[in-house]
T-cell receptor
Framework: KAGVTQTPRYLIKTRGQQVTLSCSPI?????VSWYQQTPGQGLQFLFE???????NKGNFPGRFSGRQFSNSRSEMNVSTLELGDSALYLC?????????????FGPGTRLTVL | LAKTTQPISMDSYEGQEVNITCSHN???????ITWYQQFPSQGPRFIIQ???TKVTNEVASLFIPADRKSSTLSLPRVSLSDTAVYYC???????????FGTGTRLQVFP
């Protein structure tokens, strides 16, 4: 079974621009979560989607948004990019929203903001 | 989610067994314990998950004492490719967000 895929793998943007990242979960998985990882802050939760609805949200500004489609694929958007948004953005999928289902991570998208 | 405490770093040599202990004093009854491995610039990779006693799979063992206030990830006969950061997480993941601590940076030497 194919794993979680994320596109693009690498991205370079300039301050003020916006960016959209894509995540395709493992087939059959309906929950998708997004995380930001930086050397200083470590891995931080952004938000989680299940059945096209945002179920949980981390402590990030409104510039960070996401959505999930009917096929469970998810996109994350960051508007008005800042230098501090440079990070590895990770997507994880799991079978269901509630329960003990394990999250499986994709390879991440490395975003560099210049 | 229960807070976890792990050693920041550990060193080992190839062929040795490595045990990484995680403390989670406030673990709740419904919480599971999961370990992830992460290589630089890659997403965390699920290693093992357990609730109590001992769990073993093809890559690791997880030992959980009766009080569940700690857990130990055991990696048998490590190799250079096991050099990575190992995270211990406790919780019911999809009713709350995953909270990653600082993890344990394992360095394996030849």
């Amino acid at each position: 079974k194919a794993g979680v895929t994320q596109t693009p793998r690498y991205l370079i943007k300039t301050r003020g621009q916006q960016v959209t990242l894509s995540c395709s979960p493992i087939s059959g998985h309906r929950s998708v979560s997004w995380y930001q990882q930086t050397p200083g802050q470590g891995l931080q939760f952004l938000f989680e989607y299940f059945s096209e609805t945002q179920r949980n949200k981390g402590n990030f500004p409104g510039r960070f948004s996401g959505r999930q489609f009917s096929n469970s694929r998810s996109e994350m958007n960051v508007s008005t990019l800042e230098l501090g948004d440079s990070a590895l953005y990770l997507c994880a999928s799991s079978l269901a929203f509630q329960g003990k289902d394990t999250q499986y991570f994709g390879p991440g998208t490395r975003l560099t903001v210049l | 989610l229960a807070k976890t405490t792990q050693p920041i770093s550990m060193d080992s040599y190839e062929g040795q067994e490595v045990n990484i202990t995680c403390s989670h004093n406030n673990i709740a009854t419904n919480d599971y314990i999961t370990w992830y491995q992460q290589f630089p610039s890659q997403g965390p990779r699920f290693i093992i998950q357990g609730y109590k006693t001992k769990v073993t799979n093809e890559v690791a063992s997880l030992f959980i004492p009766a009080d569940r206030k700690s857990s130990t990830l055991s990696l048998p006969r490590v190799s250079l490719s096991d050099t990575a950061v190992y995270y211990c997480l406790v919780g019911r993941y999809n009713t709350d967000k995953l909270i990653f601590g600082t993890g344990t940076r394992l360095q394996v030497f030849p």
